[in-house]
């Protein structure tokens, strides 16, 4: 399979950023916003346990599913997140490598998530599109499918920070680029450097993440032309609450709630 360019330069930001996922969203509380995305699920309408995680990452997004009772079945386009992944899943976890932009039908599911800014990294609305109607390919009529999108204000804020995160022998160092400017629809960019101590000094890895911010009108319009449909829009702060609104400037991510 031949990946286009911006295919290439993903895989390979998150194949390099594998080894310090975990250290840099250690501060992350994933049981704490599954179970707030499970109660929206289930408001919804959701019912079933057979769950899909796009995007799943090294499996930190997965696994409350999993400690639920849900059967899971993820995916990722980086080899190197589904290995680490792979290392904390049960024998009963099924791990697919796939790209979102071409995805098949792995099975027919009642719960699909698709989390942690997965949607930006898809930098045009047709590629959106695309992701969203492989995400329909797999969801099951009456299913729930509950994704994320950074707003305007985390890129106004995060993706102009620097953050500097330090463990023993592991220093993580991130500078967002955004421009000062930002406004909705923009394109923002990051580089994280991990510098890792070994016994012969110190070694650097750089990765690289661009991403576009999707106001929520196109969002709506990518997810009619996959062929879903749209349940509700909420606007999440920091601290995991939800609100029925949107708000760009004040919530730090919007949450979709859509069914086919």
Request: glycine share 8%; with cysteine; proline share 3%.
């Amino acid at each position: 399979m031949t990946l286009s360019a911006t295919e290439d330069k993903t895989r390979a930001a998150y194949d390099a950023f594998a080894p310090f996922y975990d250290s840099f969203t250690a501060h992350h509380d994933y049981e704490l916003w599954v179970s707030g995305l499970l109660d929206l699920a289930y408001r919804h309408g959701l019912s079933g346990i057979r769950a899909l995680d796009a995007g799943c990452g090294t499996g930190k997004s997965f696994l409350p599913l999993v400690e639920r009772g849900f059967e899971v079945t993820a995916c990722d386009q980086s080899p190197a997140m589904l290995a680490i992944a792979a290392s904390k899943a049960s024998a009963d976890v099924t791990l697919h490598c796939r790209d979102l932009r071409r995805l098949e039908a792995l099975g027919e599911f009642d719960l699909i998530t698709c989390l942690d800014d997965v949607a930006n990294h898809l930098m045009t609305p047709g590629e959106l599109t695309a992701a969203l109607a492989g995400l329909a390919r797999n969801l099951r009529r009456g299913g729930v499918l509950l994704f994320d999108a950074n707003t305007v204000a985390t890129y106004r804020t995060f993706f102009r920070a620097t953050v500097v995160i330090e463990h023993p022998g592991l220093l993580l160092l991130w500078r967002g680029l955004a421009p000062e400017d930002f406004d909705a629809g923009g394109q923002a960019a990051g580089s994280l450097d991990g510098f890792v101590e070994t016994e012969d000094g110190w070694t650097r890895s750089t990765s690289c993440h661009e991403q576009r911010h999707h106001a929520e009108a196109t969002i709506e319009h990518c997810v009619a032309r996959a062929g879903l449909r749209l349940l509700a829009a909420y606007g999440q702060d920091p601290q995991v609450n939800f609100e029925p609104r949107v708000d760009e400037l004040r919530h730090s991510k919007a949450v979709y709630v859509v069914t086919r």
